[in-house]
């Protein structure tokens, strides 16, 4: 088993025990740990079924209840009115990869807005020698004038 796996036993009065540490949990002891990259997996301490995506939904439902709305009413009644049929087959093969490609572009969208800031701030430092390439992109850089200089839209009225 992976190291990062946190191993934790589901006893019958809900308790949940982490087997590493040797101390009962909470959920939010659970949360925590998932949100700093571990992975769990939660074993019912009578039977040792596998009972971790109950341990999940239940972290889930809970951050709903806390901040007093998880998904759409609309959406919801389309998960109550179809269960297991589609919605299961959904969330299995394309809500978990449709949140991880939403992830990787917003992380690659916030490290091009970035990129394009630390390129404005620079431009205007820029040997005007070297700036003779930029021309077409004149207009976009002067959004990016140096503090205390005015762009040159305001210098060429």
Do not use: C
Not at 12 to 29: A, F, G, M, P, Q
Request: cysteine-free.
């Amino acid at each position: 088993m992976d190291q990062n796996t946190l191993n934790l036993k589901k006893y019958t009065n809900r308790r949940l025990y982490d087997t590493e540490k040797s101390i009962y949990v909470t959920l939010d002891y659970v949360t925590d740990a998932i949100r700093q990259g571990r992975q769990i997996r939660v074993t019912d301490a009578k039977t040792g079924e596998d009972v971790t995506p109950a341990i999940l939904t239940q972290i889930v439902m809970e951050e709903a209840r806390k901040k007093k709305f998880l998904l759409p009413p609309p959406l919801l009644y389309l998960i109550i009115q179809h269960g297991e049929n589609v919605l299961a087959d959904f969330f299995e093969k394309y809500l978990e990869q449709t949140i991880r490609n939403y992830l990787l572009f917003r992380g690659m969208a916030d490290d091009q807005f970035k990129k394009w800031l630390d390129f404005g701030e620079n431009y205007t430092r820029m040997n005007p020698q070297d700036m003779a390439g930029l021309s077409p992109f004149r207009s976009l850089l002067n959004l990016f004038p140096a503090s205390g200089q005015k762009n040159q839209k305001e210098d060429n009225p």
